[in-house]
């Protein structure tokens, strides 16, 4: 059975405080695994798209890289605005159409 | 404004009030999904219309009837929920399987059953 976990849960940065988030995947193929932030009371917002292992993205403070088995996402030096939770989901090269297996997400908060 | 618009952002009904949600997205995209966020639980895909057709029903109860008009319109209509229905309720498009630029959400529909 495919399967997404996420960790930690919860992590609460000072601002300038480097860390990462861990996703760990289990699936039969993998076709793609997306990284999203959402914000208190929004939808999710698309970050990244990574399709093969040794790949990395950077958007602004963040990181994403993907190994056979986990993407890590990096946030570099952050901001309170940086506050959200992260949520990751991938994409089995077997799936019908749109079909994403979601991570339950870590909630950062940064504080300054 | 993300381009997907959901209204209402939140709804209070009774076990047995019928409702319906509204999603309607800007984008031009061809694909469009309902799914249901609840509290520490991963997102869970309920509907997926491709083309105004629908072609995922992820085994969701009856009580939760999708209707889509044309591929910028999407419904959810409600009637008779349960209290564990209670949950915040996301609409995304996307362009075609949305690979590389994701899904777009809206904002959600926060619904309280009592």
């Known amino acids: 059975e495919d399967q997404v976990t996420q960790s930690p849960e919860a992590l609460r940065l000072q601002e300038g405080e480097s860390s990462s988030l861990n996703c760990s995947y289990t699936?039969?193929?993998?076709?793609?695994l997306f990284w999203y932030r959402q914000d208190p009371g929004k939808g999710p917002e698309f970050l990244f798209t990574?399709?093969?292992a040794g790949e990395e993205k950077e958007k602004e403070r963040l990181k994403a890289t993907l190994t056979k088995k986990e993407s890590f996402l990096h946030i570099t030096a952050p901001k309170p605005e940086d506050s959200a939770t992260y949520l990751c989901?991938?994409?089995?090269?077997?799936?019908?159409?749109?079909?994403?297996?979601f991570g339950a997400g870590t909630q950062v908060v940064v504080t300054p | 404004e993300t381009g997907v618009t959901q209204t209402p952002r939140h709804l209070v009904m009774g076990m047995t009030n019928k409702k319906s949600l509204k999603c309607e997205q800007h984008?031009?995209?061809?694909?469009m999904y309902w799914y249901k966020q609840s509290a520490k639980k991963p997102l869970e895909l309920m509907f997926v219309y491709n083309f105004k057709e629908q072609t995922e029903n992820n085994s969701v109860p009856s009580r939760f009837s999708p209707e889509c008009p044309n591929s910028s319109h999407l419904f959810l209509h409600l009637h008779t929920l349960q209290p564990e229905d209670s949950a915040l309720y996301l609409c995304?498009?996307?362009?075609?399987?949305?690979?590389?630029?994701?899904?777009?959400f809206g904002s959600g529909t926060r619904l309280t059953v009592v």
């Open positions: 989901a991938v994409r089995v090269t077997t799936d019908s159409w749109g079909k994403f297996q």
């Open positions: 699936v039969s193929g993998l076709r793609g």
């Open positions: 995304a498009s996307s362009q075609d399987h949305g690979d590389d630029g994701g899904y777009t």
């Open positions: 984008l031009g995209h061809n694909a």
């Open positions: 990574l399709y093969s």
